[in-house]
């Protein structure tokens, strides 16, 4: 008899302990979810050319524009670093301008990131260049089968149409 | 089902179980991340963008999934110590959090080394780096209230109570690069698709993984006996032991 009633206080101070476990951690959850939400914008890494294009990004200040360098777009200055490309997420175009050092990964085709700032005439002054590397891994052999792969499978379509 | 737990978790059952079990996972850790490390160093290929670079993903990913595999099992074992005050649950939670913070370290500090040549920058604040080092903090918080509070019953129960909050940071590293524009990749692996990885390098990585898995249980025992000899310094068990060295 004493057992049980022994038993049955402990069970219900557990219980408790169990309840303030369970309520600080919903507690704090909620509450970072409602400041995740609030400062959504400031957890943005960069904007997409659409974003720029539909105004949202800031205007005389700096911030990073992200996307992909469009292929047969990059422009070199003889003599000098200065270059010229367009970037796109496929949606909409965004032109950067950046003189320097660029990284390993920059090429056409690429996802990079530029920080810098938008000119009057939509045109982007880059500061610095990042390269983004995709979640893609594979040898450079399987990367050259697959893009013969789809050339095929586009020269296919051409001539089935 | 209670009084098999109470026995298994008894410290003094602990002490004697775990050192037969610490030389296994020990041995088969190092054995296995040398073979992991041989595949990924040598017989993996390299990658079509990256070439040679990328194979730190052989040190950072594993080290980066123990980061967060590590603080769950802290704030799991610190949950049972805090509600049905088993006190091993504290010992592994005590145990695990320098090994876990080592592990976060590795992580951002070869994610760091491998960004310079790749992205151009050591460290970007992006959604994925900053949680990761929030994380580390998190492991940096729980150390300072476990040393810095004399009663022990104390420091479990704060600390405790602060690997329990840190938990939300988990699944914010985790959908990070999903849920934010980052610099950081998406997830290769760890998603409901097929991994995005050729499959001779994705073998060492897995092995890697494991390897870095059974690591942990070697370290979190050796650092589990320290912690529970010390608690338990006066108690009759630790003076038979002594005295019968």
């Given at each position: ?161 | ?25 020990a041995v088969a850790a190092f054995l296995l991340s ?60 005590a145990a695990s959090a320098p090994i876990g913070a ?91 698709d097929k991994p995005s990885i050729h499959i001779d ?45």
């Amino acid at each position: 008899m004493s057992e049980l009633g022994y038993q049955k206080k402990g069970m219900s101070k557990r219980g408790k302990r169990k309840m303030v476990v369970a309520l600080v951690l919903l507690g704090v959850a909620i509450a970072t979810v409602l400041a995740l939400t609030a400062f959504e914008e400031n957890l943005l890494y960069f904007y997409s050319p659409t974003q720029i294009h539909d105004g949202e990004a800031p205007a005389n200040r700096s911030f990073r524009v992200g996307g992909m360098v469009v292929d047969g777009s990059v422009q070199r200055e003889q003599n000098s670093l200065a270059i010229r490309f367009d970037l796109s997420d496929n949606a909409n175009v965004v032109p950067v301008t950046y003189s320097g050092i660029l990284p390993d990964l920059f090429r056409e085709g690429q996802g990079i990131v530029a920080i810098g700032k938008l000119d009057n005439q939509g045109l982007f002054i880059a500061d610095e260049v990042l390269a983004k590397h995709d979640e893609n891994y594979m040898p450079p052999e399987v990367h050259e089968a697959l893009k013969a792969g789809e050339a095929a499978n586009k020269a296919a379509q051409t001539l089935t149409n | 089902m209670w009084n098999w737990i109470q026995k298994f978790s008894s410290p003094k059952y602990f002490y004697d179980m775990s050192a037969k079990l610490i030389p296994w996972f020990a041995v088969a850790a190092f054995l296995l991340s040398v073979y992991g490390l041989y595949l990924g160093l040598f017989v993996a290929p390299p990658d079509y963008q990256q070439g040679e670079s990328y194979r730190i993903i052989y040190i950072h990913v594993p080290s980066a999934w123990m980061s967060l595999f590590v603080y769950m099992v802290m704030a799991i074992s610190a949950g049972i110590g805090l509600i049905w005050q088993i006190r091993l649950a504290d010992v592994i939670a005590a145990a695990s959090a320098p090994i876990g913070a080592s592990f976060t370290f590795i992580a951002l500090i070869t994610g760091s080394l491998w960004g310079k040549p790749m992205w151009g920058a050591y460290w970007v604040w992006d959604a994925r780096l900053t949680s990761e080092l929030i994380l580390l903090f998190l492991y940096f918080g729980y150390m300072a209230l476990q040393a810095s509070i004399e009663d022990q019953r104390m420091a479990d129960k704060a600390s405790g109570l602060l690997a329990i909050v840190g938990v939300v940071n988990i699944p914010i590293i985790h959908y990070s690069v999903e849920w934010w524009n980052t610099l950081h990749q998406g997830a290769t692996v760890t998603k409901l698709d097929k991994p995005s990885i050729h499959i001779d390098m994705l073998i060492p990585l897995l092995l890697m993984a494991l390897a870095f898995k059974l690591l942990y249980v070697a370290l979190v025992l050796v650092r589990a006996r320290n912690e529970v000899l010390y608690r338990d310094r006066n108690r009759r068990w630790v003076r038979e032991l002594i005295e019968s060295l």
